[in-house]
């Protein structure tokens, strides 16, 4: 059976602005391209994709033949089948069981590799497993918590790690920043290893390294508060000269929006969450589909206009926030932007909490400036 229907129901699913993750991989191709977008995506043994394929549901897996690139997003994808070109997979769990003749690039929580694949392999997740059934052809690049190597790599392994054992076959170096670096009893290295980590390598007995191992010391990267806040002081600069701009020339505007925003908070945040996560995916199907890259290319200004509109607006809405309920002053005025710009400032330097107050932020405000560009 052939699958050559387009076919995209309602329905956005996680992370969809992770996308970026695979800029490299083609979004226009002379191939046929199949965009499927529902709850459950699956190629079965029997079908055949004679093209370009995008996938995006809940549950997405391939059993059959992909004759072109590979694209899935979901919270589980699971290949058991082929993919002739590359394939980009963003999802919580990743299966990859079947092979591929070209590229694979993975996100994701957790990922298991255990079939050849023909060119080089990208992760970035939280654990990652090539099992012993697996062949990377090219080289391994990884971003991640936990990994575990026991087949074969016939290029370079490189990234950075917190703890890595390979006890496999490796046809060329090892160059990796990583915690904990272990070579196992079947662990076999045609090139150097060289690795940079503040503990020893742990190398089993009958573990075989043929060229040198070299261990380097991580630089003294260790910031204090006065010095981080020396490196933020001309983006904090940038910020308020951008904010008094804006004042200068639209500072009725400037009140009319930003005063609602701060009545519905709760509210603006969650439309600013939609618009942040699903716009950049809406703009790709727009792109890849028969609906036309006019209406993509002009979301995709849109959304990005809004984005700076949001960055430049957020030091002046936590001086309106912060006039209202703490210093009980309705005014807006440049002592408004200078003390928004401050709290700003503030937040960039309080670790864990200061990001997600200032993400918070950020979205807030761009939640109230859809509101205000959809009502006009």
């Known amino acids: 059976m052939k699958i050559t229907s387009f076919t995209a129901r309602n329905g956005l699913y996680i992370f969809a602005v992770l996308?970026?993750?695979?800029?490299?991989?083609p979004l226009f191709s002379e191939a046929q391209t199949v965009v499927r977008v529902e709850e459950s995506v699956s190629v079965s043994t029997d079908q055949l994709v004679e093209g370009n394929f995008y996938s995006v549901g809940n549950k997405v897996s391939n059993s059959g033949e992909i004759q072109g690139d590979w694209f899935a997003l979901g919270s589980t994808v699971t290949?058991?089948?082929?993919?002739?070109?590359?394939?980009?997979?963003?999802?919580?769990?990743v299966q990859f069981h079947g092979s591929t003749s070209d590229d694979v690039r993975i996100l994701a929580g957790e990922a298991v590799v255990a079939d050849r694949i023909g060119g080089n392999l990208t992760v970035v997740a939280g654990s990652v497993k090539v099992l012993s059934s697996a062949h990377i052809e090219g080289d391994v690049l990884l971003y991640a918590n936990d990994v575990e190597i026991v087949g074969s790599v016939g290029g370079t392994i490189m990234g950075r790690v917190t703890r890595l054992r390979i006890d496999g076959e490796i046809g060329g170096d090892v160059d990796i920043k990583v915690n904990q670096l272990t070579l196992g009893d079947r662990a076999q290295i045609e090139g150097d290893v060289l690795y940079e980590s503040t503990q020893e390598?742990?190398?089993?007995?009958?573990?075989?390294?043929?060229?040198?191992?070299?261990?380097?010391?991580?630089?003294?990267?260790?910031?204090?508060?006065?010095?981080?806040?020396?490196?933020?002081?001309?983006?904090?600069?940038?910020?308020?000269?951008?904010?008094?701009?804006?004042?200068?020339?639209?500072?009725?505007?400037?009140?009319?929006?930003?005063?609602?925003?701060?009545?519905?908070?709760?509210?603006?945040?969650?439309?600013?969450f939609g618009v942040l996560l699903f716009t950049p995916l809406v703009i790709v199907l727009f792109?890849?589909?028969?609906?036309?890259?006019?209406?993509?290319?002009?979301?995709?200004?849109?959304?990005?206009?809004?984005?700076?509109g949001a960055i430049a607006l957020s030091g002046p809405f936590l001086g309106i926030l912060f006039g209202r309920f703490v210093l009980k002053r309705q005014q807006f005025d440049p002592l408004a932007i200078f003390?928004?710009?401050?709290?700003?400032?503030?937040?960039v330097l309080v670790p864990i909490l200061g990001p997600v107050l200032i993400l918070l932020t950020l979205t807030t405000v761009l939640g109230g400036l859809a509101r205000a560009l959809y009502h006009r």
């Open 339 to 347: 003390i928004g710009c401050l709290i700003l400032f503030i937040m």
């Open 287 to 308: 792109f890849v589909s028969i609906l036309g890259s006019l209406v993509g290319g002009f979301l995709l200004i849109t959304y990005l206009l809004l984005l700076l």
């Open 79 to 93: 290949n058991n089948g082929t993919v002739s070109e590359d394939a980009l997979v963003i999802a919580g769990t």
């Open 19 to 25: 996308f970026t993750f695979g800029l490299s991989f």
């Open 201 to 272: 390598i742990q190398r089993a007995q009958n573990s075989v390294v043929a060229g040198q191992v070299n261990k380097r010391t991580p630089p003294d990267t260790s910031q204090t508060v006065a010095e981080r806040a020396q490196d933020l002081l001309i983006p904090l600069l940038v910020v308020l000269f951008t904010a008094l701009s804006f004042y200068l020339i639209w500072r009725q505007r400037m009140m009319r929006l930003l005063f609602p925003i701060t009545d519905t908070i709760l509210l603006n945040s969650l439309i600013g």
